[in-house]
């Protein structure tokens, strides 16, 4: 739990994150997601986060000391993803909407997708299927090269615990979940191999809603092992991800859900094939993947630390992948379109660094009608992607360009290490590596301050590319080249 001044301080960030949930559940809707959230209810509620909080908490003894986890061998073309709603359904409208985000995805240069599969919408009543919405979608994506990621989540109102309580809640049998997780990886089996099971279930607010707002460690661990279990029998090859956990969460936090998980089911750490974690830093989201100011925890030890619970419990660090299936920053007034694109592209480069396999960034479009800081998380401003409405189109951000810039420039680059830089506090230089190629990408921290310099572990002509895909040509005059950097990021790349 954040630091703060009492039950008042933590009521207040608790109606606040009600209020994110209402903003979540609209930014959804095109895809059939519950909106019935009762903000009273939770803002009521709120006054009793610290019970709660004390009942769900963790010892702290039980978070080991973290473990850092290799770079990523996979180039970063391959890492990162998108983490979306496209419209489902075959209506035109739906595939207009969806063609427009298969082609923003090809002008990035990426070709991952994670989205819902929702339990409430394939299958709304027991043993009734319905695949209709997301026949379309996958058909869509194995044509445009998409490799989809399967969230799937959303209980259907039948299998409630309180019959038509929202999807909010977890199901009342396990089971049911498991089995529409069964049969969705047998339909779609030829074309989609990645799943992950439930979304953000350390979020009693929104996604896990129960007695607590801290979710349920051991129930959550129950459904998992069940689910994986079912997935894997209808496909063998599926990679299931446990987790999708919010690393910061005002009652339970992520360290605190897994430590209780692994604690509650000692079958669970040999069971996770997949770890995925959302990495956002506090919300909203404002501070750079390495600030540690307060009560933020860089992204690198964010994924270090929840690396170190997994090895603690005897899952094989080694082998497990390890996701971020959501991450991203939202242009509000308190974070600058030039901020979202230099924090996006350093922390492409910071997961790759710290042994993610995936980084699906939240999310593609802006929404003019979600709630406060929900609706800026997109790469692009909101517009008419059918040609129905203003005929003026999505247009790129900042972010969306320097996205763009980093996968053009060296997506088919992975990273290889951190080059130490004793002489210049603050900067990151980054080494990226392909085929004997070598190219780097550099930073400062700060953002108030002047730029420094670095020294690359290279010389000869170089190409110095800004995020917004602006280069120049140089050459170092004798020995490695020297380059000037501030906050927002720059690429290397050797000429011949």
Known sequence: MASGTGWQTVAACAIAVAQVACARAAAGAAAGVDAAVDVAQLAEDATQVD???????????????????????????DIVGLSSHPALGAEPAAVKERAFEWNAMKQLGIHRLRTDFRFSAIEPQPAVWDFSAYDPLVSEAAAHGVNLLALLDATAPWATPVVNAGDGYPPKDPQDFATFAAKVADRYKATVSEYEVWNEPNNGVTFWKA????????????????????????????QVAFGAILYHFIVSSGPEFLANALQATPALAAAIGVFSLHPYPLYPPVSSPESAV?????????????????????????????????????????????????????????????????LYLYTLLDDANAFGAEGDFGLMTPGDVTGTGSGIPPQPKPAFVALQTLLQTVGGFHVAAQVPQPGAPGAWLVRLEQAGQVACVAWRTEDATTPTTVQLPFGGKVRVTQLDGTFHDD??????????????????????
Do not use: C
């Open 211 to 238: 007695d607590q707002f801290a979710g349920e460690p051991d129930k959550y661990a129950a459904l998992f092992l069940l689910a994986n279990q079912d997935i894997h029998a209808a496909q063998p090859t599926a």
């Open 294 to 358: 307060g009560d933020e925890v860089p992204l690198p030890t964010q994924i270090a630390t929840m690396n170190g619970l997994l090895a603690a419990a005897g899952a094989s660090t080694a082998t497990v992948p390890f996701w971020l299936t959501e991450l991203g920053w939202s242009t509000t007034s308190q974070l600058t379109p030039a901020q979202q694109a230099r924090y996006t592209v350093r922390a492409v480069v910071l997961s790759a660094l710290a042994g993610a396999d995936r």
């Open 51 to 77: 019970v709660f909080a004390a009942d769900a908490t963790a010892d702290t003894a039980l978070i080991p000391p973290p473990v850092a986890r290799a770079p990523s061998a996979l180039a970063l073309q």
């Open 475 to 496: 050459a170092a005059a004798a020995g490695n080249y020297v380059v000037a950097v501030g906050a927002d990021p720059v690429i290397v790349t050797q000429r011949q």
